[in-house]
């Protein structure tokens, strides 16, 4: 019976083996994934993209690396500090690739007490072009009429 058990124990063994390499496998192809995700949201740029547009770009990248990361966490502390985390990578990543017009935006983004999430900061973003707009349009000419 021992002998039995060592089999068994043989075969539990080499099963977890087995689970461990398929598993070690995944996690190498997630990890090549994940890396080539991480590249592109790195070098996106705003380029001739509305912000909008910009933002979308950027989010379908973080949705896709979404599909590859799965994140245990212990306890609900843990996760509130790793989203609160996530959440000024995405902010970040979305500055670095801003046009260098909005640098004065980025700047008071930036200079917050807090870095407020992705919707707030591209709300900013958006609003402050909509100012700089109207800014730079050219006022009517209005032509007086003498008397």
Same mark, same amino acid.
Do not use: A, W
């Given at each position: 019976m021992v002998i039995e058990f060592n089999d068994q124990r043989n075969k539990s063994q080499l099963q977890v083996s087995r689970y461990r390499k398929?598993?070690?496998?995944?996690?190498?192809?997630?990890a090549a994934?994940?890396?080539?995700?991480?590249?592109?949201?790195?070098s996106a740029k705003q380029g001739n993209k509305t912000v909008t547009q910009y933002e979308n770009?950027?989010?379908?990248?973080?949705?896709?690396?979404?599909?590859?990361?799965?994140?245990?966490?212990?306890?609900?502390?843990?996760? %509130?500090?790793?989203?609160?985390?996530?959440?000024q990578d995405i902010v970040y990543d979305f500055l670095v690739g801003l046009n260098p017009?909005?640098?004065?935006?980025? %700047?008071?983004?930036?200079?917050?007490?807090?870095?407020?999430?992705?919707?707030?900061?591209?709300?900013i973003v958006r609003s402050k072009k909509c100012i700089r707009g109207l800014m730079?349009?050219?006022?009517?000419v209005v032509e007086s009429s003498s008397m």
């Open positions: 398929e598993h070690l496998e995944i996690v190498k192809r997630d994934q994940i890396y080539d995700i991480k590249v592109k949201i790195m770009h950027l989010k379908t990248f973080r949705m896709e690396l979404d599909q590859y990361r799965i994140i245990k966490s212990k306890c609900l502390e843990d996760t %509130v500090t790793l989203e609160e985390y996530i959440d017009k909005y640098d004065q935006v980025r %700047v008071q983004i930036l200079g917050q007490k807090t870095v407020p999430g992705i919707n707030e900061v591209v709300d730079l349009e050219v006022p009517p």
